[in-house]
């Protein structure tokens, strides 16, 4: 089963040297596993920490940003031991990336086809033009773009097909792992559907693994295989997506958020969200940082902060103190947050 | 019109058209012909992606951009050049970071509109934004009042943006994606506000959005827009859970959530790769762009086009609840239907 984990990042934290003060502390404690073809979404909203985890997760960190604890290993290879060029034989063909900014990520002043020139030049150095011209053909194709389309220059393309092009420049040297940062936010949703329809296809054929991070929970809720929520830079819930799809949802935050979208085609059910706002990184708290916004909030949630614990069957951990005395199987102890979670995705 | 309600007006849009001159090209219709109501103490949903021309129809209401043609009138009256159509039809912006101005306090934003308004006086004017902030639930307003937008989160400046609209006491609200900038869990707050204040004020409220979802929620109404035209309208309930407009119900399809299960997602999903495999010669890079005709903008991306959709659609009426669709596969059902 451990065989199976492609990337692992344990006890991961992300500060921000602001220079004035205390540092910002972006990402604490954070560990996830991803599978070997899997798709493990990271849900939250802005200021969650969730793109500087992605940041983290393929070293991409910038000043002022740093990884202050924690390791990232690609198959049980280090990442941050590794030297500049082992890490640049590791980037683009084992571990790619499609940035937030995917459509303003191509360089304007020159063709599509030079740019996928310059992956193949700077890593696959024994190509030659014709067949650096073929295999990048074929990418674009892949995605369901013209070929002819390697003339083009960015702006004469759509969103959607930039997004397509930034798609194929991550696979064109067949990766294990992509990490998506909001990949599809941008686009209408048709175009989205479109994406979305693309990245699984290409999933079953080539078999990558992808670690996709949106402030789009529901969305999450119907590709992904595990999903981890973030909240002010921790993973507050980690489990499988079956079972927060099915009602299952254990953390607080994780259920306000779900509520937070309302059903399309659903009944007319209580449309709140959370009230509040999210809290401010640079201020600590010594609890939990969504008892403010909680409604099953207990006196020891502003004391002392959950750590996140294994809750029930399988993939299912939850950082939350309420939560913890939640059954695995739900038969209900009799408190006002059990109940919301009997009733369903509330 | 589509409402079955009897209350009177507050603005009718009728026949709305906006070009915009192009150099070297033909000028581009972004609003074309577009005939709507609003009532007050209502919400109608106006749907669309971006570029469908959703928010040049806002602009033009609040006279930002002027139409080529067409009619406004503000409570009966053709009078949308005066003072009083611009204090009676108030906007609500889409980023309420851009929207307020960083060099002045929430109280300078609520204390010029209700001064220039006549709404209040020197004397009154601290108490009357006091009350305002309070009807957007910011509160404490003294502290609040003094504040500059930078200290304030998104939700909080879009909650100023919104009391500064309410300031010259509007019939109208102009809400252009009041909520897409803000954060997933404040969204609802934001617009259970708007809901509020629209029943309490009586307000006549235009919520213009892309998410189908709240459309149908927040929304008596919904229109749907497609490249300047509204191809679907009616009841909420009718045109999101029941769309009959090949563009709606690809609209509807596409939404995250739509399929209502993990596993009719899946199903959904293997049926359109079937479908696309099952169409090779057409290329999934299909043009987006509408010939320049009189026929359906749709049709180059529909999956039911036929010769006849080169011909300007027709608005066919689909039953008793105001339920409309633009689009010729409708036509034979429904001059069949009565007689059914």
């Known amino acids: ?346 | 019109m589509t409402t079955g309600t009897t209350t009177p007006a507050a603005l009718e849009v009728d026949h709305l058209t906006v070009d915009f001159k192009r150099r070297g090209a033909p000028s581009l219709r972004a609003v074309d012909d577009v005939t709507f109501t609003l009532h007050p103490g209502h919400t109608l949903a106006l749907v669309g992606e971006s570029g469908s021309g959703k928010s040049t129809v806002v602009r033009a209401l609040s006279r930002l951009v002027a139409p080529s043609a067409g009619h406004v009138r503000l409570a009966g009256a053709d009078r949308t050049r005066d003072a009083a159509y611009r204090r009676a039809v108030q906007m609500v912006f889409q980023d309420p970071f851009a929207s307020l101005n960083p060099a002045h306090t929430v109280g300078h934003h609520l204390r010029r509109p209700l001064l220039a308004g006549g709404r209040a006086t020197r004397s009154d004017v601290d108490a009357r934004a006091a009350r305002l902030l309070d009807a957007v639930n910011l509160t404490p307003a003294a502290d609040i009042a003094r504040a500059r937008p930078h200290e304030l989160s998104g939700g909080q400046r879009q909650r100023v943006a919104i009391a500064r609209a309410l300031a010259p006491e509007p019939a109208v609200l102009l809400a252009d994606e009041p909520v897409s900038m803000l954060d997933v869990s404040i969204r609802l707050e934001i617009l259970g506000l708007l809901d509020r204040l629209k029943r309490e004020r009586r307000l006549a409220l235009l919520y213009v959005t892309h998410d189908l979802a709240t459309a149908r929620h927040f929304a008596a109404d919904v229109m749907v827009m497609y490249r300047g035209q509204i191809v679907e309208r009616g009841p909420s309930d009718d045109v999101i859970l029941r769309p009959r407009h090949p563009y709606t119900q690809l609209l509807a399809s596409a939404a995250p959530g739509a399929a209502g299960s993990r596993e009719r997602a899946r199903e959904a999903r293997a049926a359109r790769l079937a479908a696309r495999r099952a169409r090779p010669a057409q290329p999934r890079e299909t043009s987006r762009h509408a010939p320049p005709d009189e026929g359906c903008r749709f049709r180059p991306r529909c999956p039911l086009a036929t010769d006849r959709c080169a011909r300007r659609p027709p608005v066919v009426p689909l039953g008793p609840t105001g339920h409309e669709a633009r689009c010729w596969l409708h036509v034979d059902a429904a001059r069949q239907g009565p007689a059914a």
């Open chain 1, 1 to 346: 089963m451990t065989d199976d984990i492609l990337l692992a990042a344990h006890h991961v934290d992300v500060v921000y040297d602001t220079g004035e003060g205390t540092p910002t502390h972006a990402v604490r404690d954070v560990a996830v596993e991803l599978r070997r073809g899997e798709l493990l979404g990271i849900a939250g909203e802005s200021g969650c920490g969730k793109s500087t985890l992605a940041y983290a997760l393929t070293r991409l960190l910038q000043p002022p940003a740093r990884l202050a604890a924690g390791t990232v290993t690609l198959d049980g290879q280090d990442l941050y031991a590794l030297d500049r060029e082992a890490l640049r034989a590791v980037r683009w063909t084992r571990l790619s990336m499609v940035f937030q900014s995917a459509m303003n990520a191509l360089n304007p002043v020159t063709t599509v086809g030079r740019q996928f020139d310059d992956i193949f030049r700077a890593h696959r150095p024994a190509m030659t033009a014709t067949e650096r011209r073929a295999k990048a053909g074929e990418l674009l194709d892949m995605v369901g773009i013209d070929p002819s389309r390697l003339r083009s220059h960015p702006h004469e393309l759509s969103g959607g097909m930039r997004q397509r092009v930034v798609i194929a420049m991550a696979l064109a040297l067949d990766p294990d792992v992509v990490v998506m940062d909001e990949p599809t936010t941008a686009l209408d949703v048709v175009v989205q559907r479109e994406i979305l329809d693309e990245i699984e296809e290409l999933r079953e054929r080539l078999g990558f693994a992808v670690i996709f991070i949106t402030h789009d929970l529901n969305l999450l809720l119907e590709i992904s295989d595990r999903l981890a929520v973030m909240y002010a830079g921790r993973i507050v819930e980690y489990a499988d997506t079956a079972r927060i799809a099915e009602g299952g949802a254990l953390h607080p935050y994780t259920r306000g958020l779900l509520r937070s979208f309302p059903a399309l085609t659903g009944d007319r059910r209580d449309l709140r969200g959370i009230p509040g706002q999210p809290p401010d990184l640079r201020l600590a708290t010594p609890g939990c940082a969504f008892a403010d916004r909680c409604e099953a909030v207990v006196e020891r949630c502003r004391a002392q902060r959950p750590e996140l614990e294994r809750v029930g069957e399988g993939l299912s951990w939850a950082a939350c103190h309420v939560a913890r005395h939640h059954p695995s199987d739900r038969q209900a102890v009799p408190t006002e947050s059990a109940g919301q979670t009997r009733g369903g995705p509330a």
